[in-house]
Structures are given as structure tokens and as C-alpha cells.
């Protein structure tokens, strides 16, 4: 495993980085067992052939919460992205093995509220199953780390991630704007327990499936800015860590 330092730079630099053996085989497998108990009745649950996911994760799943955030990793998250991080998004991923689910390349632009509201500098407002989503100013999405937990191991066959090295740094880049005689395609192989950890203005895309073999990833985005008092974060879940209080 690379130092703290190694992976900070690599975030700063790159836009991503992968740590292995987070999460132990145990706790996956405990993860899991709470996920396959879960109502998928609700609004929040989205299945089709393709792709199950449930949005709002944490809250819809509150089971789960302490497997997750278990001291080692709220005191990881507090040295890597420093003090004051609470949650604001939570989504759970389930490509099937047979799935022909892609997504093409993108940046993560939106943040999940509680209302729509006329904002300066909030727009392109949506709203789906219920939930409502705006693009902030760049200051608040330059602020959001991602952090991706998988659940099985993951790689360029059964859609791990490609993204663009450093994209994250020329602010909102266009997929059509891509120069692909410049730019550097990376896949992020990860292995199940580990997380990769990304800036929601990176360059990112997924693949279909061809080996037959899930992709099960929790989708968990932090940060510490505090929204205009009109909107709320839709999804904020404050935790504490230990150690490094």
C-alpha cells in the first residue's frame, strides 16, 4: 500500500486513486447479506435486466451504515480529505454478469438537494424519482471526493471504470471536446474490498459487461461546503471520526 501523501497527490494530480484492501472479505460478505434483505419496493430502488441500484443508499439501507464506517475508515477519510466531511450522496451499483449497461464518458456535474430554488449560479435543475438535482458553482463540485467501494473484483471485463488522467483539472470538458491525441485512458482495475476514490469533474465512462461476472460497487460522495440557507443537501449524514478527533 502507498503512503497517505502518494494517494493525496495522485487525487490532486491524477483525479484518482486506488486503495486496495480496505474492507475485508468478512465485512463484503456482511454487506451483502444486509443488501440482498433490503425492500426493493420503494421508490428509490431502480431494476431492470441491466442494473439494480438503489439511491439515497445509506438512508434507505441504515443497516449497513456501521459495516461501513467502522472506525478504520472514517479515520482514512478524515486523513485523506481532512476535517469536516459528512456525506451527501449514497448510491449502490449492481451490474449483473449478463448486463449490456454502459455509460458513456462523463463528469459527475450535479449534487442531490431537498428543494428546487432560484439560485444564482445553480442550474439545470431535474428532478428524479423524487429526488432533486442542480449543478453548483465549480467551487462546490471541486470540493466532493467520490468514494467507490467494491464489492466484487473489478476490471476492464465486467466494467471497471476508464477515465480521462487529469481531466478533473480543465473544470467542465465536454466528452466531444476530448483530445484524444493528448489525453491519457486509464481502466481502474479494482479488487473486491478495495475502493477507488475519484473528483466528481474527472473524465469517467463504464463498459458493458463480457465475462459474465458482477459489478457490485457502493457510490459514496463527501464533502465539507455548506450550500446557500435556501437548499439543504439532500442526503447529509454527518460522521465522527475516532483517532484523529
Known sequence: MLGLNSYQEQLEFDGYTIIENVFSEAQIHKMLLIIDRADTSRKTFRKSADLFAIRQFLKEVPEINELIFNDDFKNLIQQLFGKGQFVVKS????????????????????????????????????????????????????????????????????????????????????????????????????????????KPLLLHSSSRTVNNKKRRVIHIEFCNQELPQEINWAERMEFAATEFE
Not at 94 to 114: A, C, E, M, R
Not at 163 to 168: A, L, R
Not at 170 to 193: F, H, L, M, S
Open 91 to 198: 448510491i449502490y451499483f449492481d451490474k449483473p454478469g449478463q448486463s449490456n449497461w454502459f455509460v458513456s464518458y462523463h463528469q459527475d456535474l450535479t449534487i442531490s438537494v431537498d428543494q428546487k430554488v432560484d439560485l444564482e449560479n445553480y442550474n439545470f435543475w431535474t428532478v428524479k424519482q423524487d429526488q432533486f438535482a442542480v449543478q453548483p458553482p465549480l467551487e462546490i463540485l471541486k470540493q466532493i471526493y467520490t468514494v467507490r467501494i467494491h464489492l466484487d473484483d473489478t476490471d476492464e471485463n465486467n466494467g471497471a471504470l476508464k477515465v480521462i488522467k487529469g481531466s478533473h483539472l480543465k473544470n467542465i470538458y465536454r466528452p466531444e471536446d476530448i483530445d484524444w491525441a493528448n489525453e491519457q485512458e486509464r481502466t481502474c482495475n479494482v479488487p473486491q474490498g478495495g475502493i477507488m476514490i475519484m
